[in-house]
């Protein structure tokens, strides 16, 4: 089954205690993003991706990090989350191939950080 | 700079009623539009694309150029329709791919019995 899978779903933390969050799709796409939905503010993109090794800043980048070594995988890294970063976070992938070029978008991660 | 605006938080109508969810964008080149559903608890998933000129579930949208729109309509709303929309805009990266999406903040529809 074609889909976009994210880990964990829930999560809750600490202020400065480093975490991921994984995201992987089998789509084979080449774009992925992340971006966080806070309530009134929408979506946000965080940080985005056209390609293996290949990442740039969304909207809002600040605190976050990103890597792209493989196609399928495109972790996010909170080095020193904080309060202001609790929140709902999705992945999401895409290819310009596709006919309507759809993105996919994972379930979602809830993120606590107390 | 880009920019989607989506006025309505949140539109309550009846079942049957006509739906209008509103959505204007700001962009300096040609747009590729989009609107986004999320019912409750689950994943956005694509709606509809203004490139492809169909209509989903009862729902179409027209891109304006000259008002810069791309209003979301249905004539008469289903209780199963209920859920939060988003436009989104499109930067054309790589040929206007989906690659770098804006979103608006998001309608709530609710549609009641």
């Known amino acids: 089954e074609a889909q976009v899978t994210q880990n964990p779903r829930y999560l809750i933390t600490v202020t400065g205690k480093k975490l991921t969050v994984t995201c992987s799709q089998n789509?084979?796409?080449?774009?992925m993003s992340w971006y966080r939905q806070d309530p009134g503010l929408g979506l946000r993109q965080i940080y985005y991706?056209?390609?293996?090794?290949?990442?740039d800043k969304g909207d809002v980048p600040e605190g976050y990090k990103v890597s792209r070594k493989e196609k399928r995988n495109f972790p996010l890294i909170l080095e020193s989350p904080s309060p202001n970063q609790t929140s709902l976070y999705f992945c999401a992938s895409s290819s310009p191939q596709r006919v309507n070029n759809e993105q996919f978008f994972g379930p979602g991660t809830r993120l606590t950080v107390l | 700079a880009q920019r989607v605006t989506q006025p309505e938080k949140l539109l309550s109508v009846f079942k049957g009623a006509p739906v209008e969810l509103k959505c204007n964008y700001s962009y300096s080149g040609s747009p590729e539009l989009f609107w986004y559903v999320q019912y409750s608890r689950q994943r956005l998933q694509l709606l509809l694309r203004h490139i492809s000129r169909e209509s989903i579930k009862g729902f179409t949208a027209d891109l304006n150029k000259g008002e810069t729109s791309f209003h979301l309509k249905k004539p008469f709303a289903q209780e199963e329709d209920s859920a939060m929309y988003y436009c989104a805009l499109s930067s054309p990266h790589y040929g206007g791919s989906q690659g770098n999406l804006i979103f608006g903040k998001g309608t709530k529809l609710s549609v009641k019995p």
């Open positions: 991706s056209m390609n293996v090794e290949v990442t």
């Open positions: 789509m084979n796409h080449e774009y």
